[in-house]
């Protein structure tokens, strides 16, 4: 099983950027696919971000595209996701995880276990 650790969350304004990261460990990070989700407060966990093990191919949530990022390094064994023209409704903790695929990638309910996220909080 691969560990995750979260970082980079914080209090932005509308409008503005963040970067998240995710540092992997335990296992040899390329041959996993990456994502990452958030969580809203009373909110069910969802998808934002994949990104496939080569880094060849992104997959984004619609109310995120054309505004995130997703990249990977796999020689740093690290997953990123830039945040730009941030809104309110981005206000979540963000978490990533890791698949041997990209098949449901966008099913939170399809992993067994979570890390603790970073707080991402966009005031308007």
């Known amino acids: 099983q691969v560990q995750l650790v979260e970082s980079g969350g914080g209090l932005v304004q509308a409008g503005g950027s963040l970067r998240l990261s995710c540092a992997a460990s335990?296992?040899?990070?390329?041959?996993?696919?990456m994502g990452w989700f958030r969580q809203a407060s009373g909110k069910e966990r969802e998808f934002v971000a994949a990104i496939t093990r080569s880094g060849d191919y992104a997959d984004y949530a619609d109310s995120v595209k054309g505004r995130f990022t997703i990249s990977r390094d796999n020689t740093k064994n690290t997953v990123d996701l830039q945040m730009n023209t941030l809104k309110p409704e981005d206000t979540a903790v963000y978490y990533c995880?890791?698949?041997?695929?990209?098949?449901?990638?966008?099913?939170?309910?399809?992993?067994?276990?979570w890390g603790q996220g970073t707080q991402v909080t966009v005031s308007s």
């Open positions: 995880n890791a698949r041997i695929t990209m098949a449901s990638m966008r099913k939170p309910s399809e992993f067994a276990s």
């Open positions: 335990g296992r040899t990070f390329s041959n996993y696919a």
